[in-house]
């Protein structure tokens, strides 16, 4: 029960993007001050781990788990992707690639991937990225339907773009 209460808060921490340090500095410290509390249900909760390397790494098993759901899902169904290249606050460029599929009686819409790019991409770049991808997971390039970008050189191209290359 303490490590179901360990990755709930984990998971609300990440929700709310707060540094992993903040249920082990503010919040463990703060539920155990509430004055209804008896001294045993105090005791109790105070065996939650919420230490910073805890808190850590139940992040890093949701985002696994999640990752391994959504593979799981894509290996079982046809699905189209939506790229992007994108630069962050600091000038990084960053390849961001959707993933859209049915499941169950809807289609669903998530993001397969966020990666960083070099300086200067080229569509070669960003296919190996996206193929690597796809091994690592166990993705089938025959599940793939469709591609759509926003029209950038290195996307689209007509031999060199990342569409063509995917397409081949």
Request: glycine letters at 4%; charged letters at 25%; a negative charge.
């Amino acid at each position: 029960m303490a490590t179901e209460a360990s990755y709930l808060v984990s998971y609300r921490i990440a929700q709310a993007g707060e540094a992993h340090t903040i249920a082990e500095n503010l919040i463990k410290p703060r539920v155990l001050d509430i004055t209804m509390l008896d001294e045993k249900s105090a005791k109790h909760l105070s065996t939650v781990p919420l230490s910073n390397d805890t808190v850590s790494r139940r992040i890093h098993d949701l985002a696994s788990y999640v990752k391994q759901e959504l593979a799981a899902r894509l290996q079982k169904t046809r699905f189209a992707l939506q790229m992007d290249e994108s630069t962050d606050v600091t000038g990084l460029a960053i390849l961001l690639v959707i993933v859209r599929y049915p499941y169950e009686r809807s289609f669903e819409e998530d993001m397969l991937m966020c990666s960083p790019l070099p300086t200067y991409t080229t569509g070669e770049e960003i296919f190996n990225k996206i193929n690597i991808f796809f091994k690592e997971n166990n993705l089938s390039w025959n599940d793939f339907i469709d591609v759509c970008t926003d029209g950038a050189k290195a996307m689209t191209g007509k031999t060199a773009g990342a569409v063509s290359r995917i397409k081949k």
